[in-house]
Each structure stands twice: as structure tokens, then as C-alpha cells.
């Protein structure tokens, strides 16, 4: 059974740096691609940041770009995000997700496999 799981969410202040952290279990995979959204209330759930499992490539929603770095340690399974700059808009549930196939693309419907979520909260 696959699952993954997010850590790392928590409360800070605007300026702050967080790291997300998604372990992934039951499936280790050579290709497809590893994502995570976001979502806040009343806002649908948007692709933040997104990494091609074998070939390392790397796309970001325009919002973040420069402030996010999406990363993975293939050997251990572990899907990060590293979040610096962060802004009030930022905050929201962060979901980690897999795409078995590819290309990568930031899109919920293509996505396999959904973690439960951590909370990010950026305060002014």
C-alpha cells in the first residue's frame, strides 16, 4: 500500500523559511514525477512546485518562484520543499503528491497518490 506522508508544516511569521518534508512507502519509483499543492479556504488546490523524478527537472508556480526550491532523495523515498520568503499568501495546506507517469505537469487530475496534508500559516 502507498502512502505518503507530510511534515514540516507550522506556524511563522512573514520572512520565515520552513522545509516540507514528504515520505513516500510502498512504492519506490525510477520515473513520473513528485508534486505539491496547496490549498486554502475557499481557493481551489494549486500546483506550487513539481520535480521529474529521473531527470531532475523542476517547475514552480510563478508565485513562488525564487522563494521554493523542490527537491528529492530518491534513495530514501523523500520528496522536500524549502520554503524561504514566505508571505502571508502562502499560507494554507500543503499536500505532497505522485504522478506515476510523465510528463510533469502541476495538475490535480494527473496525480496517483495524495498525502493527508501539513498546515502552513504565515502571519504579517
Known amino acids: 500500500q502507498t502512502q505518503l506522508v507530510e511534515s514540516g508544516g507550522g506556524s511563522v511569521q512573514a520572512g520565515g523559511s520552513l522545509r516540507l518534508s514528504c515520505e513516500a512507502s510502498?512504492?519506490?519509483?525510477?520515473?513520473?514525477?513528485r508534486a505539491w499543492f496547496r490549498q486554502a479556504p475557499g481557493n481551489e488546490r494549486e500546483g506550487v512546485a513539481i520535480?521529474?523524478?529521473?531527470?531532475?527537472?523542476?517547475q514552480y508556480v510563478d508565485s513562488v518562484k525564487g522563494r521554493f526550491t523542490i527537491s528529492q532523495d530518491n534513495a530514501n523515498n523523500i520528496l522536500y520543499l524549502q520554503m524561504n520568503s514566505l508571505k502571508p499568501e502562502d499560507t494554507a495546506m500543503y499536500y505532497c503528491?505522485?504522478?506515476?507517469?510523465?510528463?510533469?505537469?502541476?495538475?490535480?487530475?494527473?496525480?496517483?497518490?495524495w498525502g493527508q496534508g501539513t498546515q502552513v500559516t504565515v502571519s504579517s
Open positions: 503528491a505522485l504522478d506515476l507517469s510523465s510528463p510533469c505537469a502541476m495538475v490535480s487530475d494527473t496525480m496517483d497518490y
Open positions: 510502498g512504492l519506490r519509483r525510477r520515473r513520473g514525477c
Open positions: 520535480i521529474d523524478i529521473d531527470t531532475q527537472r523542476t
